[in-house]
Structure formats: structure tokens, C-alpha cells
């Protein structure tokens, strides 16, 4: 299954030169990887992406991420996954960006 990391295009540049990244300063912060479902992501970022150009939605391999990925409540008390260990360029199947169409963001299908 896929899950979904959203990264600013300096962050998505950054993982693809280092082969690996601790993810965006919000990441950082709190200390792992935040990542979306499908049915999650488009929430995540109207909430923390509003408006912002230049992001770059990752579709994610789960299995990859085993066993350091945890699935938390977070917004809602939804499970959200969350990666306790570096994004890795071989965790990621594809990438696509994210651009603005009349003030929300643009998906490409899940």
C-alpha cells in the first residue's frame, strides 16, 4: 500500500541528492516522519499547506518503512503513520507535484 509524504520542493531536492532526509522542519521538530493515507493527505495539506506553491506530493511504499513505522492518533484520533527513522529515496515509488488550480491544490489520482 502507499502512503503519502508531502515535501516542499527544496525538501524533495535535498532528499534526491543525499539518497535520505529527516523530512521537513516539522519532522525535525517532533521527531519522525510525518506522513497521510489517500483518504488523509488532501486534509493534511488544506490544514498545513494552504495556498503554499512548489509542494511535491511522494507516494510512499509502506512495506519499506517496517518496522519502524507506527500508525498514532493524531487529528481526530485518526491513525496516522508516522516513520520513526529517515526517508529514504528507496522507500519512494513515484513523486508528482502538487500545483495550485483557483487556490487548492492539485492531485493526481490515488
Given at each position: ?69 507506527r ?23 513515484w ?16
Amino acid at each position: 500500500m502507499a502512503i503519502y509524504k508531502i515535501l516542499r520542493t527544496p525538501e524533495w531536492e535535498a532528499l534526491q541528492a543525499a539518497g535520505h532526509s529527516l523530512g521537513a522542519p516539522v519532522d525535525l521538530q517532533d521527531g519522525y516522519v510525518h506522513l497521510s493515507t489517500a483518504a488523509q493527505v488532501e486534509e493534511t495539506v488544506a490544514k498545513h499547506f494552504a495556498g503554499e506553491e512548489g509542494l511535491v506530493l511522494l507516494a510512499v511504499d509502506e512495506t519499506r518503512l517496517v518496522p519502524e513505522l507506527r500508525w498514532e492518533p493524531s487529528r481526530g484520533g485518526q491513525l496516522f503513520p508516522h516513520l520513526y527513522r529517515e526517508l529514504r529515496m528507496a522507500d519512494v515509488i513515484w513523486s508528482a507535484p502538487l500545483p495550485l488550480d483557483g487556490g487548492r491544490h492539485r492531485f493526481p489520482p490515488l
